[in-house]
């Protein structure tokens, strides 16, 4: 599972900002699973049966928005004598259970508690018996209560997209989400992770649609109704999470990895640009071969892209469903794939998840840790060190950035509920975890370490202590003290480093304080520089201040630590120079070396040694330290603007990448020289969008009345992304009410998340320009919409947000206009509509 974190900043207005069992005990287990107390031990769920095999025949009534089902589960006892079975089956309406035996069904006794289907068994089977019982059913997906958490904002764990086909910009889907144990609200099973089971579905679908499944697809057989049946089979054994039903009006693309079927189902307009959106698929494949050592283990691999779904993407075994924003037209892939990283995570999970899985969601690390880590590794291997660096280095900062999950363990048996456990600490934290363990270990002892970890679990579950104990056997180290501090506790070292020159004694002194409660133990290597030449010293930290001695010939140029960057840490360093941090930059040569040195240069631009590295960084080799260097110079000194000038007018003419190049674009509007409007006015018609839009937004600085001709132009084309929000904020900013149907055509139809929130502000802006009574509420509607949109978990921080910050905010202003008002009666009915919207 891949959530897309939601960084929510709280930035007012810009133009205001002032402005399973047979026995009662076991029952009482699951009852204590089910319990949200935060104060219980979530354990593995003990197992009294053992799922086998799963046969489900399911068609789906699009006017209800249900699906009628007839599941055939094959079990059998895990240990002991069994003589009864829970099966999870939520909302379901029961309409018959029985036992199979042989090719006769016996009904059998069972009750039904809306959530748990308990069956009497026809008698008592020992280990090794298998039994099938029968269970015929209705899901009902949206009778269900709504629940749901941070990764996955919503629980019904089946999904009808338009049913009935009334949004006419919307196809008709149907799609799956199981992740956590949601596959129970559409097909009865025993919905916990440490189970698994081969399938066999039959899906009867109208015969316009095409149906994806985990496994391979069988065969296909037209009905004499119209309808057509899809039979998928499963060979291979997987968790009941995993399990998935796509159908939908798909084009697919296909391919070929070593005989395997490699096939993407994306909307229609998309199948031309299908492979560049997923076309490293098969790269990733050999890449993650090779990094574990095992080879693909299922039989196929699919990616379907789904509408409105309410995760950022899911791993369902060989059927991975990612959410719209995955499809990118070929404008928007000029300025990069945003969704590469993603792939790689879900992909990834059909080593660790898929084939070997958390025993439970208490572990859930070794799941997310490694996809999330695995983000961080393809950019290394597809696009050199800086990239992977870069991934590994905003993931930390999320994590570093969030107090609440500073305080939780990555393994964590105590939780309210289990929707918890997907959060930054089970991701981004794990994640760099896996990366000090690989810094650590040595690539070659890592990756064998986690060969023997999937070979030695595969398709069973697993825990963080079979992790370690794998890497253990491998490398001969312990790792005891490791997984202590790292997986079974909390927090994060909080460092302040000093380092001084003695020059009679020839020493380097290095003085660490941890600032955090707990004392963390920590291998760190600490660079000595003289010029080029660079002298390594591996220490231990194991004390809340430590000072360290090392002799040298002279003065150094630098003393890096932690040089090769990879502490999960907050880190301070006091006293170290300006000069040090220009020879960090132009020696050290990390990704991190140059980004903390161009941090450090851009507080102190007052200094010519530092504007001048921040304009040697706009020449830097990566991309993205480029962007950052445009970002970090204050236009405002004169002195500075100046000595950038040529160097922005050649990123913005020149620069090979687009991003780049709207970055320069946007600074070079800052000038506001005549000479550059040519520049700006032709990148307006730039083939990206990113480049596009900025000059748009440049433009707007130079010449307001030739920006709004241009959006003019421009909205009647297909703009998306930057393009499509500079448009929109150059009609706001005109406040013209024929362009508010394509400013909220463009905000209605935007995905929720932190674009949506941020562009919140542009609604409100155009709310108080516009002076009719209908468009201000067709303004204020948009705003309430995407209110009432906030998933419950960001209801507390969010909702008074925009009531209070975005809302009350356009009344205000609409309340001082009133005062001056040749209309004061429309500026009322304005202000009482803002106001009636406001809890």
């Not at 998309?270 to 959106?277: L, N, R």
Request: overall charge neutral; some cysteine.
């Amino acid at each position: 599972m891949r959530f897309r974190l939601l960084h929510f900043k709280y930035v007012f207005v810009l133009f205001l900002v002032v402005s399973a069992s047979g026995n009662a005990f076991a029952q009482a287990i699951h009852s204590a699973y089910r319990d949200t107390s935060s104060t219980i031990y979530r354990a593995e769920v003990e197992k009294t049966n053992a799922l086998v095999h799963t046969k489900l025949e399911a068609k789906f009534d699009y006017e209800k928005a249900q699906l009628a089902g007839k599941a055939w589960i094959t079990l059998e006892p895990y240990f002991y004598n069994t003589d009864s079975v829970v099966l999870d089956a939520k909302g379901m309406e029961i309409k018959a259970v029985g036992i199979v035996t042989g090719k006769t069904t016996i009904p059998a006794k069972y009750t039904y508690d809306g959530k748990q289907l308990f069956i009497k068994l026809n008698r008592t089977y020992k280990r090794g018996e298998q039994y099938k019982v029968f269970i015929d059913y209705i899901s009902k997906p949206n009778e269900l209560g709504k629940g749901g958490s941070q990764a996955i904002k919503d629980n019904k764990g089946l999904y009808f997209i338009n049913p009935r086909g009334e949004e006419k910009n919307k196809p008709v889907q149907i799609w799956t989400q199981g992740e956590t144990e949601n596959t129970s609200v559409w097909c009865p099973t025993i919905d916990k992770p440490n189970q698994k089971s081969t399938q066999e579905f039959f899906l009867i679908v109208p015969s316009q649609y095409v149906t994806l499944s985990n496994g391979k697809l069988m065969q296909q057989q037209k009905n004499e109704d119209g309808t057509r049946t899809d039979y998928w089979k499963m060979d291979l054994p997987h968790a009941p999470y995993l399990f998935f039903i796509g159908v939908g009006d798909f084009a697919v693309v296909k391919e070929l990895y070593k005989g395997k079927e490699v096939s993407y189902y994306v909307e229609k307009e998309y199948a031309g640009v299908a492979k560049k959106i997923f076309g490293n698929t098969l790269e990733m494949m050999a890449f993650f071969e090779k990094i574990t050592g095992v080879s693909y283990p299922w039989v196929k691999y699919s990616q379907m892209v789904g509408r409105d779904f309410v995760s950022g993407a899911m791993e369902n075994t060989t059927a991975t469903l990612h959410k719209e924003d995955a499809q990118q037209d070929s404008r928007q892939l000029l300025d990069g794939n945003i969704w590469e990283g993603t792939i790689a995570h879900e992909l990834f999970h059909h080593w660790f998840g898929n084939y070997v899985t958390a025993e439970s969601w208490s572990n859930l690390t070794v799941n997310e840790s490694f996809a999330n880590y695995s983000q961080t590794l393809w950019f290394e291997n597809k696009y050199g060190k800086d990239a992977g660096d870069a991934e590994n280095y905003k993931d930390m900062q999320a994590y570093l950035g969030s107090e609440e999950d500073a305080a939780k363990n990555l393994v964590r048996f105590y939780y309210k509920d289990r929707e918890e456990m997907f959060d930054l600490v089970s991701y981004n934290k794990g994640g760099r975890i896996l990366n000090m363990l690989r810094n650590y270990l040595g690539d070659d002892a890592f990756f064998r370490g986690l060969n023997l970890y999937l070979t030695t679990n595969k398709f069973k579950a697993a825990e963080a202590h079979h992790l370690r104990l794998a890497l253990e056997e491998v490398s001969g180290m312990d790792l005891n003290w490791f997984f202590n501090q790292w997986y079974f506790n909390s927090g994060h070292p909080k460092l302040t480093i000093v380092h001084s020159y003695d020059d009679a004694s020839k020493k380097v002194k290095v003085t660490v304080k941890q600032g955090q409660e707990r004392t963390f133990v920590l291998p760190v290597a600490i660079d000595i520089y003289h010029g080029a030449k660079k002298e390594r010293h591996d220490i231990w930290i194991n004390r809340k201040e430590q000072t360290f001695e090392f002799t040298v010939a002279s003065k150094p140029d630098l003393v890096n630590f932690d040089g090769d960057k990879v502490l999960l840490c907050e880190k301070g360093e006091e006293g170290k120079s300006l000069a040090e941090y220009i020879h960090q930059y132009k020696n050290a040569g990390s990704y991190l070396d140059r980004r903390e040195a161009i941090n450090y240069c851009a507080q102190v631009q007052d200094s010519a040694a530092a504007a001048d590295l921040l304009k040697t960084a706009l020449r830097d080799i990566y991309h993205e330290l480029r962007i950052l260097a445009i970002q970090s110079v204050d236009y405002r000194k004169p002195a500075v603007k100046q000595l950038v000038e040529t160097n922005i007018f050649e990123l913005a003419k020149g620069d090979q990448k687009p991003t780049v190049k709207a970055e320069a674009l946007m600074a070079l509007g800052l000038y506001d020289k005549e000479i550059y409007k040519d520049l700006i006015l032709r990148s307006v018609n730039d083939s990206s969008y990113s480049v596009s839009g900025a000059a748009l937004s440049s433009l707007n600085e130079f010449d307001k009345e030739l920006a709004y001709k241009e959006a003019k132009r421009l909205s009647a084309f297909r703009a998306k992304d930057k393009l499509s929000e500079s448009i929109s904020n150059v009609f706001a900013i005109n406040g013209k009410t024929e362009d508010l149907p394509y400013v909220l055509d463009w905000y209605n139809n935007m995905p929720f998340g932190q674009s949506k929130l941020d562009n919140a502000n542009t609604i409100a802006y155009y709310a108080i320009q516009l002076q009719e009574t209908g468009p201000v509420k067709m303004a204020v509607d948009a705003l309430v919409t995407m209110r009432d949109q906030i998933p419950s978990a960001y209801h507390e921080s969010l909702v008074p947000y925009l009531n209070n910050g975005i809302l009350k905010t356009v009344a205000t202003q609409k309340i001082a206009a009133k005062n001056v008002s040749a209309n004061p009666e429309a500026l009322q009915q304005q202000i009482d509509y803002i106001q009636s919207k406001i809890p």
